[in-house]
């Protein structure tokens, strides 16, 4: 194959106006034999522009992707020729040590995908090559066997123990990684330094979800224990600390005692904690326990030390600390080691990281927006040193006895200190709540909540400070959880929350104060009547918060207030829409975090959604309503690469516009949402089905009078039933056939035969699971139901056409019959028992077909009728019974 000509295409794809003329070029010759050695060979040549050369790794990442692996159920899908699959699997380590970190990274991907599918069974010497590039006297070979080790642990992480083939390779690989790590260990270079993260990295993961017998081995367990102490231990070199704070955090110096304190934090917490574990680690935790705790204890310690004497030590690390700590805190053994620190570590770390800090202040100041979405990131908080600090806090209070007083002690004092920061009150305020229900639960404190907030936390609502404004509205929700048996104490409560929330100056103040009133009404009921008077400016405010601020937690808000206080808000309800969905829009076409904004969101879809439930039967509101819920409908539908995110929630809005009437509008979204099913909405036509139901029965009328809408429904459940969907997809589509024949009965003669086709196909073909052969038999019932003359004309007329011998009649009778029992449920087993009856009623000259099976009727219909006693019984009480006792 031409490099050149190859490299020049791929250098196209980067640019326009030659990008798609260029992918269309490579999804021509890709599948040509060498075309995935090539694309190896562009990416470690040197003297081609670092662009292509990523293009050409990436190319062969996802070229692996699709086409690695071989699957018996696509035996004609292409994947890499035999020839190229041999020498990528000679070739790609050697190429991976020769490239630069940007270009690594993508063919480490290639390496794992290869590895998952071929390995043992297709390349079951890769592993003696792995020991024998760790085993060579050339250093520069290690980082091969060790990258390659990494990638097959990588590929197997999460395949059950025994299953995976993981564990036979450590046996034989672990000891050359050890011998190697022995050597480099010492080297503080930036590059050994990466290496050996990589190999702590990959030790995490074979220790993350079980501990062998041979890892547990004592011998061999020490030994990496010792490696691990000596790399937490091991100096930082001290130009490392002329970096930026955010910059050292990325450097492996710290990344590796990151993962070193992850790994000593894992093992501890899954195998190590006597008491905690699981039944076969016993043995092993105590041995843990009592050889290891002190040693571990001590350097983390050094580390807090560090910390609390102003050296920078970056967060992941001091999160690991904390967690580390936490686990020791359950623990007796451990507990005596740390009881004589835990005091300083309390007042000198845990309080530190509680308060407000000045990058919180800058960022508060510059970007409320954005300090506001970092403080509500749920994803923040689950590598936050601030959430595990507060953790530690927690355990200690509740778990050890004398803590909780002491810690009081300390925050009533910084709060009522004359010299302390605003700051340092607010992480006094922070560490107050977040123990709040610890405290308020003893009888020493629980008489006491009353006169700490009037003494401590009402009068900070004054402070010039906004961040101790929001820690003091933030502490409302945490006391909530608390039982305050004082009206007056709940009153004021509730009044310095709504009035922070419409007279505070801050949005962060505004966003906590929205949440204290939600917890607020959630704790006690007395609130509801409070708020009464002030509820639609307080509605009106947290609209414009969430406008601002995109927070999915306010939106949430509102839809508790709008489910309480519908009635009060009835008329400005329309105007609380229409807010609502111009922030949606706003979020819609927004360039936010992809997960943030898809939470935000959702958010405001369910908000609509509680909207329109609660008007549900007011039929003026609906009518203002649904040009507003409809606009925001067609503006997910008309943004697919975004708005697909959105769509079982907005079909969810479809729904509820049409539950009580089908307006010409909604019938017009109809067409819409079958543009959306032709495109890429197939997937959603589970989520379609509720609507499409209202469609086929709220508007029966209107879709008998229109052909084109009957052809939508039928030509979406053809659809369904003629590809390759899901069986839970097919049942709908047959479910929606048979309630458009039950429902429009006697008025769309000329759809039968289409309907009953399509469902007699579908029945012919390999069916899995009983519901669907009982759903598309009971698509025929209804039409026998509907008209059973109509119907075996049809059945008659389609057996001319297949020109088949045997009766389809017939089969489908027996085979009906023969699966009475799978009919379950009170409405299927009526419907059976209906077609029945008409079969019955029948006039002498019936088909053949009925004649042959009309002796299993009866007995049919009695399985049928037992059936429905038992449906009858478990949904109400036994009707049959009463009926016995009335008679």
């Not at 059976?832 to 009925?850: D, Q, Y």
Request: aromatic residues 10%.
């Amino acid at each position: 194959m031409d490099l050149d000509k190859l490299a020049n295409l791929l250098n196209a794809t980067l640019y326009q106006p030659h990008r798609s003329e260029a992918e269309e070029q490579l999804q021509r010759i890709h599948k040509i034999a060498g075309f995935g050695p090539a694309l190896l060979q562009i990416a470690v040549s040197s003297d081609i522009e670092m662009s292509t050369r990523q293009a050409s790794a990436i190319y062969l990442k996802n070229l692996m992707f699709q086409s690695w692996a071989t699957r018996e159920d696509e035996p004609n899908k292409f994947t890499v020729h035999e020839q190229d699959r041999s020498i990528l699997k000679d070739t790609i380590l050697d190429v991976i040590i020769q490239v630069p970190e940007l270009l690594r990274a993508q063919l480490f991907v290639c390496l794992v995908t290869m590895l998952k599918h071929d390995y043992p069974g297709r390349w079951p010497n890769v592993l003696e090559k792995f020991d024998a590039y760790l085993k060579s006297d050339n250093s520069s070979y290690w980082m091969a066997g060790i990258i390659g080790f990494s990638a097959l642990v990588k590929a197997f992480e999460y395949q059950k123990v025994e299953k995976s083939p993981v564990h036979g390779a450590v046996k034989v690989i672990l000891p050359s990684i050890y011998n190697v790590m022995l050597l480099i260990i010492g080297n503080s270079t930036a590059e050994s330094v990466e290496l050996q993260k990589i190999v702590i990295k990959t030790y995490y993961k074979i220790v993350q979800f079980t501990l062998t017998p041979d890892l547990m081995d004592r011998n061999t367990f020490t030994k990496w224990m010792e490696l691990l102490s000596v790399i937490v231990c091991n100096p930082v070199p001290e130009e490392v600390s002329r970096f930026e704070h955010s910059d050292i955090d990325q450097l492996p110096w710290w990344k590796i005692k990151k993962w070193a304190l992850h790994v000593m934090y894992r093992i501890f917490e899954r195998y190590g904690s006597p008491g905690s574990v699981a039944q076969e680690y016993q043995q092993f935790s105590i041995f843990y326990v009592k050889t290891f705790s002190a040693g571990f204890i001590e350097i983390i310690l050094r580390i807090l030390d560090q910390y609390r004497n102003n050296v920078y030590i970056p967060p992941r690390v001091v999160q690991m600390c904390m967690h580390y700590l936490n686990q020791c805190v359950t623990i007796g053994h451990t507990w005596k080691m740390i009881k004589p620190h835990i005091a300083a570590i309390i007042q000198d770390v845990i309080f530190p990281l509680m308060c407000h800090s000045e990058c919180d202040q800058e960022l508060w100041e510059t970007d409320p927006q954005e300090y506001i979405a970092q403080k509500f990131d749920v994803f923040e908080d689950l590598v936050s040193p601030v959430m595990a600090g507060q953790t530690m806090l927690h355990s200690a209070c509740k778990k050890r006895k004398d803590i909780l007083p002491k810690t009081v002690q300390f925050i009533i004092g910084v709060i009522t200190s004359n010299d302390a920061t605003s700051s340092q009150k607010d992480g006094a305020l922070y560490m107050l709540g977040s123990i709040a229900d610890i405290i308020f639960r003893k009888d020493m404190y629980k008489d006491q909540v009353g006169s700490m907030l009037y003494q401590h936390v009402f009068p900070v609502f004054q402070s010039p400070h906004g961040h101790l404004r929001a820690r003091a509205t933030w502490f409302i929700q945490h006391i909530c959880e608390i039982q305050i048996n004082n009206d007056k104490v709940w009153e004021d409560l509730t009044t310095l929350s709504y009035n922070a929330l419409l007279n505070d100056k801050d949005l962060p103040v505004k966003v906590q104060a929205g949440l204290a009133i939600q917890a607020l009404l959630l704790a006690e009921h007395k609130v509801e009547k409070i708020l009464l008077p002030k509820i639609k400016d307080i509605t009106l405010e947290l609209l414009k918060v969430v406008q601002e601020t995109e927070n999915d937690d306010i939106t949430c808000v509102v839809q508790k207030i709008i489910g309480i206080y519908f009635d009060t808000l009835a008329p400005i309800m329309v105007d609380i829409c229409q807010n609502l969905a111009k922030t949606f829009i706003q979020v819609l076409h927004s360039n936010g975090a992809n997960d943030r904004r898809e939470i935000a969101g959702m958010s405001i879809l369910s908000c609509l959604e509680t909207i329109l439930s609660v008007n549900d039967e007011q039929e003026q509101t609906m009518a203002a309503l649904e040009p507003i819920v409809t606009d925001v409908i067609i503006h997910v539908f008309n943004k697919p690469e975004v708005g697909i995110e959105y769509y079982e929630e907005v079909l969810n809005l479809v729904c509820d516009l049409t539950n009580q009437r089908v307006s010409p509008n909604m019938w017009k979204l109809l067409q819409v949402i079958y543009s959306v099913f032709q495109h890429n909405g197939i997937d959603y036509f589970v989520d379609m089905m509720p609507c499409l139901h209202n469609y086929v029965t709220v508007g029966m009328k209107t879709l008998i009078e229109n052909q084109n809408y009957m052809l939508i429904i039928f030509n979406m459940c053809k659809t369904v039933l003629s590809s390759q969907c899901t069986e839970d997809a097919e049942c709908h589509a047959a479910k929606l056939l048979e309630v458009l024949i039950l429902q429009c009965k006697g008025r769309i003669d000329n759809c039968i035969p289409s309907i009953v086709e399509i469902v007699l196909q579908r029945l012919v073909r390999e069916i899995k699971s009983s519901e669907l052969r009982a759903m598309c038999l009971q698509v025929i019932v209804a039409a026998i139901y509907y008209n059973p003359t109509l119907l075996f004309e049809t059945l008659d007329k389609l057996q001319m056409s297949m020109s088949t011998n045997e009766s389809i009649s017939a089969h489908f009778i027996r085979q009906w019959l023969q699966d009475t029992d799978c009919f379950f449920g009170i409405h299927d087993r009526k419907l059976c028992v209906m077609g029945l009856l008409t079969l019955m009623a029948l006039p002498p000259n019936r088909p053949i077909a009925v004649n042959e099976h009309a002796n299993q009727f009866v007995p049919s219909m009695l399985m049928l009728f037992d059936g429905l006693k038992r449906a009858y019984i478990s949904k109400y009480k036994d009707p049959f019974s009463e009926l016995v006792i009335k008679s």
